[in-house]
């Protein structure tokens, strides 16, 4: 897969669930902390149940995750 494509898959993930508490628009980067935009430990859990279903990783097996970009990085070496 390409990185564009899990970026773009990532993205809406995190998108979906940040709507269901927030109506402002979302804008997201690498370096964007999901803590900072108001995350908690259900909207983890649910990011990493819907990023198992599709990647087939397990995005916290080796570390804390907390940006888009180090989410990436799990999905990216969990793949290969």
Same mark, same amino acid.
């Given at each position: 897969?390409?990185?564009?494509?899990?970026?773009?898959?990532?993205?809406?993930?995190?998108?979906?669930?940040?709507?269901?508490?927030?109506?402002?628009?979302?804008?997201?980067?690498?370096?964007?902390?999901? =803590?900072?935009?108001? @995350?908690?430990?259900?909207?983890?859990?649910?990011?990493?149940?819907?990023?198992?279903?599709? @990647?087939?990783?397990?995005?916290?097996?080796? =570390?804390?995750?907390?940006?888009?970009?180090?989410?990436?990085?799990?999905?990216?070496?969990?793949?290969?």
């Amino acid at each position: 897969m390409y990185m564009e494509d899990i970026d773009a898959q990532v993205k809406s993930i995190i998108e979906k669930i940040y709507q269901k508490k927030h109506s402002e628009p979302l804008s997201l980067t690498d370096e964007t902390s999901l =803590r900072s935009i108001g @995350f908690d430990s259900f909207d983890f859990a649910e990011l990493t149940v819907k990023i198992e279903d599709i @990647f087939e990783v397990d995005i916290f097996e080796n =570390r804390i995750v907390d940006t888009l970009g180090e989410i990436k990085e799990e999905i990216e070496n969990g793949s290969e």
